[in-house]
């Protein structure tokens, strides 16, 4: 199975945010994108025509992404409140870790792999940190594989 034909795990706000990306694309970009192309055609000579191209390969783009989420969304499981320990880390969880080195401590939510914003602090699930806390309850330590080398985290807190 690759990778978009897995099973994606969504907290509900992220099933959503998909779902309107793509009510977007298809009924808005599209008729944007179509608009464009039609107007480029009317500048002449298309191998010549930059307006043209651009638009074509906005297009494409378009419609690729549409088809993107069409799979993931095909494929997307929304992970329920009562099929989730409250105690343990999972998706929709808010973990507040230790860094056991330089006692530094922060907090993430850990969310889909489409959701994941980390200059808001939401990680991936299937993130190194995202995969060495999930399943995890506070007190735990963990241990990740970061680029700079081992780091350990003290979970000191699991929050719904």
């Known amino acids: 199975m690759s990778e978009q034909e897995q099973e994606l795990l969504l907290t509900a706000e992220g099933l959503k945010k998909l779902e309107e990306e793509l009510e977007h694309l298809k009924s808005v970009r599209r008729r944007e994108v179509a608009e464009r192309i039609k107007v480029a055609r009317d500048f002449g000579d298309l191998s010549e025509n930059s307006e043209y191209e651009e638009a074509k390969n906005e297009q494409a783009f378009v ?5 993107t989420l069409e799979k993931l969304l095909r494929n997307a499981r929304i992970v329920a409140e009562d099929e989730v320990n409250p105690l343990e880390v999972n998706l929709g969880s808010r973990v507040r870790l230790k860094d056991l080195e330089t006692g530094e401590e922060m907090e993430y939510t850990i969310v889909g792999s489409n959701e994941a914003d980390p200059a808001q602090l939401r990680i991936s699930y299937q993130s190194p940190v995202g995969q060495a806390v999930f ?9 990740v594989r970061l680029p700079g080398g081992l780091a350990r985290y003290e979970i000191l807190k699991v929050e719904r």
């Open 63 to 67: 419609e690729g992404r549409i088809m």
């Open 135 to 143: 399943g995890h309850r506070a007190g735990d330590v963990v241990e």
